[in-house]
């Protein structure tokens, strides 16, 4: 029985498929603290799992387009526990006390998880459109070109709603064609849609399923912002964010945003 192999001299290893002197490399302190590497880590393997999850989005959301939903729903349910790492990396970044992270914001500048793009495309992603969050990408071309992008482009429930349509379900033309730049705002004839689809489940199986799966990435996606908020709370208090913004109050109000409103109406129109 052969053992592992164990002779690399031309041949590709674990770390070189996945570039590990580059990724273990990329942790660059800037002060003497120990806890710094800790809130570092936490953020660049957060930008990881966001880098999937919107590979996973990009990709359900063709789906719906196509009405191919079988693996539209694998790739949704893979975000929704995407989200669930996520929202455990903040009990690791918990064990950080005010004391530990006061031994390093100095180094932090003017850096903020509100300047995130990968955060903000996936908002985008979802539906919660804003033009004014592209200014904090200005000084990058690259990136602003991607966001504009995103920005006008539907979100996934732009095209579930327009596959509702294609269904012959009553939403109205002014959501199929909409300005996918803004925000999207709740309508009548979509939550009537939605009525129709959970009143007749078994007519409409994989559109019950797909409210469902997006459901579920909304209500990860409130438990991961949730306790982010309770998170930083933990740690600096009421104290203004780095990046300018007002911290915890902030965090609050992004909490009232909801993505996909009609599926919430919906239960209380049954």
């Known amino acids: 029985m052969s053992g592992p192999h164990t002779d690399f001299k031309g041949e590709m290893s674990y770390a070189d498929y996945l570039g590990l002197d580059r990724l273990l490399d990329a942790q660059h302190t800037r002060s003497t603290s120990h806890d ?115 920005l006008n482009r539907p979100s996934l429930y732009d095209e579930s709603l327009r596959l509702l349509a294609r269904r012959g379900l009553p939403v109205a033309p002014e959501i199929v064609d909409r300005d996918f730049s803004e925000s999207y705002r709740p309508h009548a004839s979509v939550r009537e849609a939605w009525v129709a689809v959970y009143r007749d489940a078994a007519r409409y199986w994989d559109l019950y399923e797909l409210a469902e799966e997006l459901l579920d990435i909304e209500d990860s996606l409130q438990q991961w912002r949730f306790r982010h908020m309770t998170t930083v709370k933990r740690v600096i208090g009421f104290r203004a964010g780095t990046g300018g913004t007002p911290g915890v109050p902030y965090l609050r109000q992004r909490l009232d945003h909801v993505f996909f409103p009609e599926l919430w109406e919906v239960r209380t129109s049954l």
């Open 36 to 150: 710094e590497l800790l809130f570092i880590v936490i953020h660049q393997a957060s930008e990881l799992w966001l880098k999937l999850a919107l590979h996973e989005l990009g990709a359900a959301t063709e789906m719906v387009k196509k009405g191919d939903l079988s693996p539209a729903f694998k790739m949704t349910s893979r975000v929704t526990r995407i989200f669930a790492q996520l929202i455990q990396s903040w009990d690791v970044l918990s064990t950080m006390t005010p004391a530990d992270y006061l031994s390093f914001r100095e180094s932090l500048g003017k850096s903020s998880g509100f300047q995130s793009y990968q955060y903000r495309l996936l908002e985008f992603a979802l539906g919660n459109k804003d033009r004014a969050m592209l200014a904090p990408h200005c000084h990058r071309s690259d990136l602003h070109a991607r966001l504009e992008e995103a």
